[in-house]
């Protein structure tokens, strides 16, 4: 809800209001310009005191080859999307360079006030704001963020020259001189620039992993949680902030998780353990699949060529999901007497039949071009029909 006032804003790190969705926490993931470059690392956020939403991302550049590290403030609305452990920007590096100078002094109504303005967007406070779908946003991408983000419309980022410094809070450096070679604002370009270069050339993050089974044991103090995979392995879990845990599209609490339910764990090894990703319960019926399969031919015409990583993690969603029914129809199998069992065979057959289909699909996607994209979607579209088809025998 608008106010004529700001609220008070927090540091998540000093102690901050709680967030209102845990998927809002995405310290550590990197920052990515329009342009796909690198920009920094999301260090910290600024959270407000009254509706416990995620206002500004501060991001950090630099601190490489001996150079200062240098923070930047950026609006949640300048964020078009979350994808992976990376939020991307709707602007270039320049453009955050050049944003009013950031020290943790200036954060007062003024300085957020200019800051809002240079990104182009209304103050969270003003009436007429909306919260833009930060960090949940949908196919159709930049456009239907920009629409709900409180964006006011044409305008761009202004030159710091363009607006006052009284009215943006900016630190003007002096000129430079020989005591003085480098001013700030050529500091936090160049700090910008090697952030770049060194995240380019840093390892990727390990990529998440999926396993499916039982609950066997929830530890909500500890944030734990323990599953016996289908193999019969048993893997223990943190839930970690930004941790995704949901059921029927709801978030669910990591203390509501009951022993003995069939679950899909989408996770990351990182600092010697297993995280948490992503938690929901495994499909294992006919109905929730062709549902889950629905959607997202629903949703695929949406993605365009620039958005093929999020179409991609979508396909590889339908294909989890299929695994899910797999693996409960080969368990029924196990139990079923000879005629049953052979019924099960034959659909389990059918069904890994076109779980091979749709994979050669996801396969196309990495190495699609951009002239031959709607060709890459019809061909996961009929796929997924063939699937819906077979579903409903």
């Not at 260090?43 to 991302?57: G, K, Q, S």
């Not at 955050?96 to 109504?109: H, I, K, N, T, W």
């Not at 182009?120 to 833009?132: F, Q, S, T």
């Not at 946003?137 to 964006?151: D, E, K, Q």
């Amino acid at each position: 809800m608008a106010s004529t006032t700001p609220s008070t804003l927090r540091r998540i790190s000093d102690s901050g209001p709680p967030l209102a969705t845990p998927a809002e926490d995405v310290r550590g993931r990197r920052v990515v310009d329009a342009a796909g470059e690198a920009v920094g690392v999301v260090d910290d956020l600024y959270v407000d005191d009254r509706e416990n939403r995620v206002r500004f991302l501060l991001a950090a550049s630099g601190g490489f080859l001996g150079l200062a590290e240098v923070e930047f403030l950026i609006p949640v609305g300048a964020v078009t999307r979350v994808a992976g452990a990376a939020v991307h920007l709707g602007r270039t590096r320049d453009e955050v360079a050049d944003a009013p100078a950031y020290a943790p002094r200036l954060v007062d109504e003024r300085y957020l006030a200019g800051l809002a303005a240079y990104y182009g967007h209304r103050p969270y406070w003003e009436p007429g704001y909306a919260y833009p779908p930060f960090p949940d946003y949908p196919a159709a991408g930049v456009s239907a963020a920009a629409g709900r983000c409180g964006l006011i419309p044409e305008s761009r980022p202004a030159p710091a020259s363009d607006v006052p410094a009284e009215g943006r809070g900016i630190v003007r450096p002096e000129p430079p001189t020989e005591e003085q070679p480098m001013d700030n604002h050529r500091r936090r370009r160049l700090a910008v620039l090697v952030a770049g270069l060194v995240l380019a050339a840093a390892p990727a993050a390990a990529e998440p992993e999926v396993v499916r089974g039982q609950v066997t044991k929830v530890a909500s103090a500890a944030d734990r949680l323990t599953i016996r995979t289908t193999a019969g392995k048993e893997i223990t879990f943190a839930a970690v902030p930004g941790s995704r845990l949901e059921a029927d599209g709801k978030p669910l609490a990591l203390a509501d998780l009951k022993e003995g339910r069939r679950v899909r764990v989408t996770y990351r090894e990182a600092a010697g353990r297993k995280e948490v990703v992503a938690l929901k319960p495994a499909v294992v019926t006919d109905e929730a699949l062709k549902k889950e399969v629905g959607q997202a031919l629903a949703a695929a015409k949406q993605y365009t060529f620039q958005q093929k990583d999020e179409y991609a993690e979508r396909v590889r969603g339908v294909i989890a999901d299929l695994d899910d029914r797999i693996d409960r129809l080969e368990a029924e199998a196990k139990d079923a007497g000879a005629e049953a069992e052979a019924k099960l065979r034959a659909r389990l057959a059918d069904l890994k039949k076109h779980r091979t289909a749709l994979k050669d699909r996801l396969d196309k996607v990495g190495s699609a071009a951009a002239d031959a994209w709607d060709d890459v979607k019809d061909g996961f579209s009929a796929a997924a029909r063939e699937l819906e088809r077979v579903l409903d025998f």
